[in-house]
């Protein structure tokens, strides 16, 4: 399916653009976004060092390991394929809360170390395992408490009122997480008999 | 009023006391993590490029706002708001510039403004965590993920203006 929505953004984007007369545009964007992504993951290689650095530090402390212990009453409730006594519990906590806080940035890397951890209990196959679906929905759905972005950008185009937005967000992100669960759910014991 | 500040610095300062405490090499530590990172963003480069190339040639044909200023014709959605609904999943880029305008537009507290704000602040760009999340470990048999996210992000438009729609009329 990424293959067909990839094809169809080139095929509908450069045939309109020759139909709009924009075929000019196309030729500076085919020159230039593919300078801009690198630079965006320039950008992002600093933070994803720098956070996966801490994160080590922390889990040579022992501290994920605690993290997951406490946490896994939780956990298992949405996770409930994944093994009792296992660091990927922290790493999954540990990306919701970054989330929850508005740190993007953060919760990728932690994002991506219970990603890694879990294909290694999928026995490193190359398909997907259903709690790395999971995890994947629930990212982009994005349980958040802190919207700080999008408050600082409401401030520079002058709202009144830059904050009243936030227990619309908290209310609205807390219903589409569920939802997100709710559809993972039904999308996996629709597809039960592929993952074996 | 504003804590959030602190949460970064306090969270560092706290395991670097942990870590001193518990005598544990942190240098040799962080230099281990950082070298996983670094892998992590070689790893996804391929995968963002190639989303990050696709949409935005799809962005610069306008083939989303003419389509959409068509249906507004019919008096049956804003177009700008619409453009932003088809853009968010795909491009956070893309979605992040249509917002502005709807701000500059409408206003930032009007009723387009005040759901795009939230339809924005209360999730992520699908596609992009899709890509990025199975990139990084090379899961190359996706399942319903795509299926699964978009459907999510509908009903997230739905949710949304409902109850933006009650916010606002309370």
Redesign the interface.
Known sequence: ??NK??LL??I???A??IY?N?II??N???L???Q???K??LN??GL????????????????IEKFARRIYFLTKLIYPELPENHEVHGYLASNMAANM????S?S??L??KA??EM?KLNGNK???SRS??T???I????L?L?????IS??KV??????T??IP??I???F??TM??II??RI?YFL?KK?FK | MNY?VY??PVI?IS??I??YH?K???YE??????K???K??FE??PY????????????????VE?VTKFLNLAKIINSDILTFMIFK??SGMASLAV??EI??TY???SFL??FA??I????????Y??????G??????????????L???I??FL??FL??WL?LSV
């Open positions: 399916m990424v929505i990839w953004l080139f509908i984007g450069i309109f653009a709009n924009r545009e196309i500076n964007t085919l230039e976004a593919p801009e992504a690198v965006l993951i992002l290689t994803y060092i720098f956070w996966n650095g801490i994160l080590q530090i922390a889990k040579d402390c022992g501290l806080l508005g740190l993007g953060v990728t890397p994002g991506i990603m890694e294909k190359d398909s997907a790395m679906l995890l994947v929905l990212n982009s759905s994005c958040t802190l919207p700080t972005t999008i950008l409401r185009y002058g709202s009144s009122d830059p009243k937005i619309l967000i209310l609205i992100s219903l589409t939802t997100a559809i993972d999308f597809n592929k | 959030s949460i970064i560092i395991l670097m942990y870590a518990k544990i090499n942190a530590s962080f230099i281990k993590g950082a996983e990172g670094l992590y963003s996804i480069l963002v490029a190639s989303m990050i190339i696709a949409t935005s040639v799809f962005r610069s044909s306008l083939f003419t999943p795909i917002l502005k701000y500059q206003g930032t507290d403004g005040i704000s939230v924005q602040g209360s999730s992520d760009t699908t596609l965590i899709i890509t990025v999340y199975f990084a470990i090379g899961v190359k048999e996706i399942r319903y993920a795509i299926k699964a996210g459907l999510n992000d009903i997230s949710i949304g109850i933006v916010f």
